[in-house]
């Protein structure tokens, strides 16, 4: 018993040892205490979602925002995507399955105006958050993890690029789950 609970500790210690590991680590017991974000306080109409390849988790967010709130420009793109490569083919299924087509989706790397026009970037971890800020400091207040808007953690939603089907499944329920309460928020706001 004592043995195999050391391991575990062992193993969770090896994992800290990854810088991002630690970043992570260290929002979701900082967005805990915190409790979810406020919103900037400007009307928000532009809406940027980024993840890293801008194949799986971005276009689906950007599909399901722009479906539930129609009168946002939602744009999506990868903090590390090459240009135009489709949608992953799970993500494909997965986001067919909840209504939304990807099949015309092609990820597209950040381009100057990503830098100018949103009034809201959500990403989908910390990491994502500090790399963006890092890029465009003069919008650090406009940077949100998109899973801040989730009511339990974990509030990053990882990347389930190469997993499953069942992976797909449930990082999009996260990600389903943290735009309902958005959007939410959104609505309740005046236009």
Request: charged share 25%; aromatic share 8%; hydrophobic share 45%.
């Amino acid at each position: 018993m004592t043995g195999s609970i050391l391991r575990r500790i062992s193993r969770r210690l090896r994992w800290l040892r990854s810088r991002d590991a630690r970043v992570e680590l260290f929002h979701e017991w900082r967005r805990w205490l915190a409790g979810e974000p406020a919103l900037p306080p400007r009307p928000i109409v532009r809406v940027l979602v980024l993840c890293h390849g801008n194949i799986c988790r971005s276009p689906f967010a950007a599909a399901y925002l722009a479906r539930r709130i129609p009168r946002l420009e939602v744009s999506s793109g990868g903090l590390a995507a090459g240009a135009s490569a489709p949608a992953d083919p799970t993500a494909v299924r997965v986001a067919a399955r909840l209504g939304h087509d990807l099949t015309q989706h092609r990820s597209r790397p950040l381009a100057p105006q990503d830098f100018k026009e949103p009034d809201l970037v959500l990403v989908m971890e910390a990491t994502q958050a500090i790399a963006f800020r890092a890029r465009a400091p003069g919008l650090a207040d406009r940077v949100y993890v998109l899973g801040d808007f989730l009511a339990t953690s974990p509030f990053g939603i990882s990347d389930p690029w190469g997993c499953s089907e069942a992976a797909f499944d449930r990082i999009f329920a996260q990600i389903s789950a943290a735009l309902d309460r958005l959007t939410q928020r959104l609505e309740a706001r005046p236009t």
